[in-house]
């Protein structure tokens, strides 16, 4: 019972009128400011967690080489593709993990989409459209049905969502027969595929997802390479003038075409030139010699560590390329979201800096006017760790008490939070996460010693 005696003793002996304005300041402050800090930290990682959820923490850009002038510049080109050495020369730079290549159709393609079914009051949306594929690994998300075999019954397709929300709120909207379309709904709409520029084939497919990376109308890569050796047919690119002892024989013909034409009389002497440039004319046999060169792709898909690197962007400059990110949308959220982390924590700071030194104000003030109580307590033989230990008991139990309300209130602000973006279809844990709990117990920690430390000096100065 001594030390309880003897605590009850220091407790009534050192009971003053503190400076209450103060206190409540300081109070106030550290309110808010704690407030300010357990939010942040636990809105960033809830934040972080759904990013990480719902988009791979990968980076991807497309890279093509620019097409400039008008059409009739344009009609006898070939595709700015990249050679292999370019390729390679890519792959090298710093930050690439992998490269990937599309591969698109090379025949004209129209869509029929029945929103509302074939059997029905809607009518079908008609496009013409494009198909590409690339390696199944640069791939955001591969469905069970993105398998296509030669006697497939369905073509699986994958879009971006973004198309998907243009449709909604953009074409469905201004268009009476047009419905607005969940995912689950998009995915059961007949889809007729015709090919070729008099719809000589018909097909039938799916959309079975919607892409958040890929900027791009998807089929499987088996698909795409059967389709375009039974269908494809020769670009402007691949068109050439034939010339027969200085003069051009005829039409433009196709390398195919020409290269039939082998055993003909004379066929060494002859000379081709492209269907850009006529005058540009050089042997026959370039033209074997090109049908040989394997095919390389006009548009390629990067995987870079982080952001492009230095080196990654200065060669794009010099080699006049554009660089498109594919669905950059996250990394603007990033940036948001960490331009209002860093916001929050600062002002969070800012005001606990602050509420620490008005309470460490308020408790030299509180000492300074017990000061005569203290040293009389002292001359009785109480130690100065004794005296101490009063302040701080009283200033520990203000603190917890400012910061079990702070916890409640982040907790209450989290819990608003949670449904207001339950309304829009996210979800979000409803817990306070370990690690916000960590960071509360480092800044309690941090806070009572700081003030622990003041308490003592300050009482240490009376002697």
């Not at 079908?124 to 497939?152: G, H, M, Q, R």
């Not at 230095?310 to 949308?329: A, H, M, V």
Request: charged share 20%.
């Amino acid at each position: 019972m001594k030390p309880i005696f003897k605590q009850s003793i220091l407790q009534i002996c050192l009971q003053v009128a503190g400076p209450r304005k103060e206190l409540i300041i300081a109070s106030v402050g550290c309110l808010i400011g704690s407030i300010l800090l357990l939010l942040a930290i636990q809105f960033y990682q809830d934040a972080q967690n759904y990013l990480n959820d719902n988009e791979a923490p990968k980076n991807y850009f497309t890279i093509n080489k620019k097409v400039e002038g008008g059409a009739l510049v344009n009609l006898g080109k070939k595709d700015e593709s990249f050679s292999k050495k370019e390729l390679d020369a890519i792959g090298k730079l710093d930050g690439v993990k992998r490269i990937g290549g599309f591969v698109r159709n090379q025949f004209p393609l129209t869509l029929y989409i029945w929103p509302s079914g074939k059997i029905g009051l809607g009518a079908a949306a008609k496009t013409d459209l494009f198909f590409e594929s690339i390696p199944d690994e640069f791939l955001d998300y591969i469905p069970e049905e993105w398998v296509w075999e030669e006697n497939s019954t369905l073509i699986p397709i994958m879009v971006p969502k973004f198309y998907l929300d243009l449709w909604n709120f953009g074409l469905a909207p201004s268009r009476v027969e047009y419905p607005a379309l969940s995912t689950q709904a998009a995915k059961g709409m007949p889809i007729e595929i015709f090919i070729g520029k008099n719809r000589e084939t018909t097909l039938d497919g799916r959309f079975v997802a919607f892409s958040k990376r890929i900027n791009s109308v998807l089929v499987p890569e088996s698909f795409l390479t059967w389709a375009n050796e039974k269908f494809g047919q020769p670009d402007s690119g691949n068109f050439y003038f034939l010339w027969k002892e200085g003069t051009i024989d005829g039409p433009p013909r196709t390398s195919k075409q020409i290269i039939e034409m082998i055993n003909e009389p004379g066929f060494d002497s002859w000379e081709v030139s492209p269907l850009g440039n006529p005058a540009d004319r050089s042997p026959i046999t370039s033209i074997s010699k090109s049908q040989e060169k394997e095919i390389q792709p006009s548009r390629i898909i990067l995987e870079v560590a982080d952001n492009p690197s230095p080196s990654l962007l200065q060669f794009i400059e010099d080699k006049g390329y554009e660089l498109n990110r594919e669905f950059p949308e996250q990394d603007i959220i990033k940036k948001a979201l960490t331009g209002l982390f860093i916001g929050l924590v600062g002002i969070g700071t800012l005001l606990s800096l602050l509420s620490i030194a008005t309470f460490a104000t308020s408790y030299r003030l509180l000492i300074a006017k017990s000061s005569e109580h203290a040293r009389n307590l002292l001359l009785l033989g109480f130690s100065r760790k004794q005296i101490s230990q009063i302040f701080f008991s009283r200033f520990t139990r203000l603190f917890f008490g400012i910061l079990i309300l702070s916890l409640l209130i982040a907790f209450i602000g989290k819990s608003i939070l949670i449904e207001q973006v339950n309304g829009i279809g996210l979800s979000i844990n409803e817990i306070i996460s370990p690690s916000t709990l960590f960071f509360l117990g480092i800044y309690a920690i941090i806070f009572l010693l700081i003030n622990k430390r003041v308490i003592d000096k300050s009482i240490a100065d009376l002697l």
